[in-house]
């Protein structure tokens, strides 16, 4: 790879290097078109050229495929590919804020939460990869990007094994440090494997250290494959035994033993979570996902409308006997009950019970501008509720405006029905 830094690729402007590796270069990039910085991974030779080949040839390849094709808010978007004379080309997403590696020593080591939230994350993104015939291989610290706002985005598909893919992948690819047992034997692999390397991955994070280490490749490679790793209360203090529990469960060697899928690694996650103390008055994001993923309102929703409902919502932590909202009085958005509950009123007359997911102002979504409320809420408890305004939903994406009208229609067919009931009850009483 040349060390000369290119003034233009294709149709980017270059501003920077941002590291090399042993099949690219990365490079920040202008895309003046767009009006946005992009990070651009370099292959110094066309795919036509017979020294493009071997790593080189299969990591651009399998990259190139997933063009346009992976949505979701965990793992960096791919732009562009193309081949050029001299050299070939994937243009991604820039993410400002380094990578999860920084993290992953003992002088730096983060909180126990938010050791959690992220690897919570990476397990939605690679469960998601998981669904769309992905299996990423090198999963590492270096390959997490943080943002400054600190989410998580899992980055560099070089070595993916794709259901679907039309080029040999090199084989025993990935870091070996992080690779599974399986994975380091050649042996067939599944989605299992990404599950051990974000055990290792979570391990290093709590540790501030790998799992396993040697003087040389051969020795490293025959300690993961025939040795225990050590305990992590030996390596960190006052540990819960639920985290260790759960690496342990990660990085087993047995497949059997080891988390059979996404779902039970990030049930035990949200778990640990919900046991750990939040270490400011605001709860994580994670938290919040998972509070929403449990509630009737979003159960149709995907991963990625939750996490967009995340980005276009307040949250609201209010005390018992509070009016929330008033009849008569003009608003521009409706409510999510989280947690606790209230009752609707309308001129004195109770109507309702409200509770955890259900929503309320929720047709002012359909006007056009503010309307007038026709009910009063009061909280009965304390309550926590999620506000979101009509303007920032009509911006939201397609999809996402898709799942709030059924889940509307949903409450307004249930509420029918409720009605229709009680008139029935009613007129059979005379």
Not at 198 to 214: C, I, T
Not at 231 to 254: F, G, H, T, Y
Not at 329 to 351: A, M
Request: charged share 25%.
């Amino acid at each position: 790879m040349s060390t000369t830094v290119p003034s233009t690729i294709g149709k980017y402007t270059i501003l920077g290097e941002l590291g090399r590796g042993a099949t690219s270069s990365v490079y920040r990039a202008r895309d003046t078109f767009a009006a946005r910085d992009v990070a651009i991974k370099l292959f110094n030779h066309a795919t036509d050229d017979p020294s493009f080949g071997g790593k080189h040839r299969s990591a651009f390849l399998t990259e190139a495929a997933l063009v346009g094709k992976l949505n979701h808010p965990h793992i960096v978007s791919l732009l562009d590919a193309a081949v050029e004379e001299e050299y070939s080309y994937v243009v991604m997403d820039y993410v400002a804020g380094g990578t999860l590696a920084q993290y992953a020593v003992m002088d730096n080591l983060l909180p126990l939460e938010r050791v959690v939230e992220v690897v919570f994350k990476c397990s939605r993104a690679l469960e998601y990869a998981h669904r769309m015939g992905i299996i990423h291989r090198d999963i590492k610290p270096a390959n997490i990007l943080v943002t400054e706002e600190f989410d998580v985005k899992l980055a560099d598909f070089g070595v993916a094994q794709l259901e679907e893919a039309t080029h040999t992948n090199i084989g025993n690819a990935g870091s070996p440090a992080y690779m599974s047992p399986e994975q380091l034997t050649d042996r067939e692999l599944t989605h299992q494997t990404d599950i051990y390397s974000l055990g290792v991955v979570m391990f290093q994070l709590l540790a501030g250290r790998l799992p396993f280490s040697a003087s040389s490749q051969a020795s490293l490679m025959y300690q993961i494959v025939n040795h225990a790793p050590p305990a992590l209360s030996s390596l960190r203090q006052n540990l819960p035994p639920a985290i260790e529990a759960i690496v342990s469960r990660a990085m087993q060697k047995d497949l059997a033993l080891r988390y059979q899928n996404w779902i039970e690694f990030g049930k035990d996650l949200a778990a640990l979570f919900r046991e750990l103390e939040a270490p400011r008055e605001d709860f994580s994001e994670t938290r919040k996902f998972h509070l929403l993923r449990n509630l009737s309102f979003f159960r149709d929703f995907r991963d990625v409308e939750i996490w967009e409902t995340l980005r276009i919502s307040a949250w609201r932590h209010i005390p018992a006997n509070r009016l929330l909202i008033q009849e008569g009085e003009r608003g521009d958005g409706f409510f999510i009950l989280v947690d606790g509950s209230s009752e609707v009123t309308r001129e004195g007359h109770q109507l309702a019970t409200l509770g955890p997911g259900d929503c309320f102002g929720e047709m002012l979504y359909f006007s056009t501008e503010s309307a007038l409320r026709s009910t009063t809420i009061r909280s009965t408890t304390p309550v926590l509720v999620l506000e979101i305004k009509a303007a920032p939903l009509s911006a939201a994406s397609d999809a996402c405006q898709v799942q709030f009208n059924k889940s509307f229609m949903r409450i307004l067919i249930d509420r029918l029905s409720a009605a229709n009931k009680k008139l029935t009850e009613r007129a059979a009483e005379r």
